[in-house]
Each structure stands twice: as structure tokens, then as C-alpha cells.
């Protein structure tokens, strides 16, 4: 009688434990659909505060272009009372089981001339990479586009490449231009129809 082979068992999906990268890419599409971008509103102004806060010394660094501990009052209320025709701002807000919502993201457009804007972007520590920050800068080309704008610019630190792939990775035409002591400005270009990003 020969012998039976042995057949090692493939487990269900649903009763495997599931591999830590499993978990976070669940972890990752959980929070995304919890997390909703809206324009910034005058009662945001504590809650920015406290986002910036609560950023780490090196994404403060990398967003402001230096070391600062967080934002001041009049400058939150100022980020949070845009004109909406020539100043705009957005918001990533998620709200935590059984907690009131909170900020997670925040967006900016500035005037710089009569047919462009600048942007800065922050997305929290724990939620980099998880494409928040693409929905915010989605939505500010959207707002510029509709608002007749021709051209986003961005300046930032030339040690954050995270920023520059977001920006370069629109579907749009952009251009880094180098500007002096380690500061790159990103010019992305609205008038063109994207291509697939």
C-alpha cells in the first residue's frame, strides 16, 4: 500500500491571520474613507492650531521652510478666513470613533500675481502616504482652475522629495526651478488637460 501524500492546508482568507502589511493596507483604505476634505471654515482656527502642533519638528521644518513650534493665533484665524475668490483653504478632517473630528490635513492658496497661486500642503505624521495629501492638492487645482488660474507654484525645501513627487505626480506639466540656499519652487501648469497619474 503506498503512502498517502500529505497535502499542506491552504488556509480560508477569512480565518488566516492576516500579514502585517494586510493589516495596514486595511488600516490605510479604513482611514481614507473616514477622512473628508472641505474648505477651511472660521470656526477651524483652534483645531488648526492644534494640528500644527501636533506635527513633528521635521514636517513643521519641511512645511514652513524652518524650525517653528506650530502656528500663533492670528495666523490660524488668518489660514482660516480665506476670501474664497483669491485665497482658498482646505482641510482634511477624520473623525475618530466616539471622539469629535479632527484635522489631519491642511492646505493653503496665496496669491502670487494675477493668474497664479502658491500652495502648501501638511498631512499628520501618522497618516503620511496614505494619499490625503493628493486629495488635498486635487482639490486646490480644482478651486484654481474653476477660479481662472494658470499656475500653481510650490516652494519648498529641496531635502523633501515626498512634496515634489505629490506635486510632479498631478498628471500635469510642472517644472522645478532651483531658487538659492537649499529652496526649489515647483511651477505646475493648469492649462493642460492631466494625463493619467
Known sequence: MGQIPQIAAIPDRATATPSPGDVFAARARTLATRVRIRQIRPTDSAALQAFYTGLSDESRRTRFLGSTIGIGGNQSRYFCTPDHAHREGFVAVMRPAHRPSIIVGHLCLEPDGTDRAEVA?????????????????????????????????????????????????????????????????????????????
Open 121 to 197: 500642503v501638511a498631512v499628520a505624521d501618522e497618516l503620511l502616504g496614505r494619499g490625503i495629501g493628493r486629495r488635498l492638492v486635487d482639490a486646490a487645482v480644482d478651486w484654481a482652475r474653476r477660479d481662472g488660474l494658470r499656475t500653481l507654484t510650490a516652494t519648498m525645501l529641496a531635502d523633501n522629495p515626498a512634496i515634489q513627487r505629490l506635486l510632479t505626480g498631478l498628471g500635469l506639466p510642472t517644472v522645478a526651478v532651483p531658487i538659492g540656499a537649499g529652496v526649489v519652487e515647483v511651477r505646475i501648469d493648469l492649462d493642460t488637460e492631466r494625463t493619467a497619474a
